[in-house]
């Protein structure tokens, strides 16, 4: 099992406090070993996998099906060790049955209109016995996360879906109740094992902040080579932690909030996330 401790050094430059919870819950139900082949669908920018590489030697593939997206993975990632990348779709994966150990299947499910389809793809190419960990944005989530969508719900029901302020919604399909998640994953023919909430108290506007205004920023490589090392997610090691660097200052303030978060919320609560560890059936 990967300590806390190593997590904790992987995601200290996370701005995102969802995230950090999400891969702590990742690592925690996956558990990667030496012999182990591991599927992160969609892989995006490579950070699951250079998380995964960085304490594991574990086999991994990951399967993206924006191009643009997976260059960037490729730059980040796909010059490590045991890895493969490949440009492909959830809904026709171009591999065997019962290839992979271990899929990593985060804040995917929301974008696909056929959820359940996208499912029994990566039922079909897991192993019997095989463990995913799902993770998607709840519906029931914090006015402070995305106050402009939580107003607009509300008042008009509605949301905004793209663009600067799109926040939680961005090109969603959907939110998920629990209910939701849980019927689609066992429709799928995947066991469910556990389920988990997370991320209940956050910095306002934190959303809109670090995707809508933080995320541009930072690829467009305009920002000074050492505040853009401390918002960097595929780095662990260049941040020295200073306060005079003002992503160091907004991550101390982002971590106050954070502080009275738990890693599995109540079901009544409104939360950031939900997720599901399901096995194949043997």
């Not at 995601?11 to 990742?26: C, L, P, S, W, Y």
């Not at 593939?61 to 997976?70: C, F, I, P, S």
């Not at 994966?93 to 389809?117: C, G, M, Q, R």
Request: charged share 20%; aromatic share 10%; proline share 6%.
């Amino acid at each position: 099992m990967i300590d806390a401790q190593t997590i904790a050094h992987m995601t200290r430059n996370e701005a995102d406090m969802a995230f950090k919870r999400r891969v702590q819950t990742i690592f925690e139900w996956l558990d990667p070993q030496e012999n182990d082949l591991i599927l992160d669908m969609p892989c995006g920018r490579g950070f699951y996998l250079n998380m995964f590489r960085y304490v594991s030697n574990c086999r991994m593939v990951g399967a993206e099906l924006d191009w643009d997206v997976l260059q960037k993975a490729k730059r980040n990632a796909g010059y490590l060790p045991r890895m493969m990348l490949n440009n492909t779709n959830i809904y026709a994966l171009p591999y065997p049955n019962n290839t992979f150990d271990k899929v990593i299947l985060s804040e995917i499910l929301e974008h696909i209109e056929d959820d359940v389809a996208g499912l029994r793809e990566i039922l079909r190419v897991l192993k019997p016995g095989g463990v995913i960990a799902i993770t998607v944005p709840n519906a029931n989530y914090p006015f402070s996360w995305d106050p402009i969508n939580k107003t607009l719900e509300t008042l008009f029901h509605t949301h905004i879906g793209k663009g600067t302020l799109a926040g939680i919604w961005a090109n969603h399909v959907r939110l998920y109740t629990r209910d939701q998640l849980r019927n689609s994953v066992i429709k799928s023919g995947l066991i469910v094992e556990e389920e988990r909430a997370f991320t209940h108290h956050s910095f306002p506007f934190i959303h809109n902040l670090v995707y809508g205004l933080g995320k541009p920023l930072l690829e467009s490589g305009m920002l000074p080579e050492s505040i853009a090392a401390a918002a960097d997610r595929t780095t662990f090691d260049k941040n020295n932690g200073s306060l005079l660097n003002p992503i160091n200052l907004g991550l101390k303030v982002f971590n106050y909030f954070d502080r009275a978060n738990v890693m599995n919320e109540p079901p009544h609560r409104s939360t950031v996330n939900l997720c599901i560890k399901g096995r194949k059936p043997v």
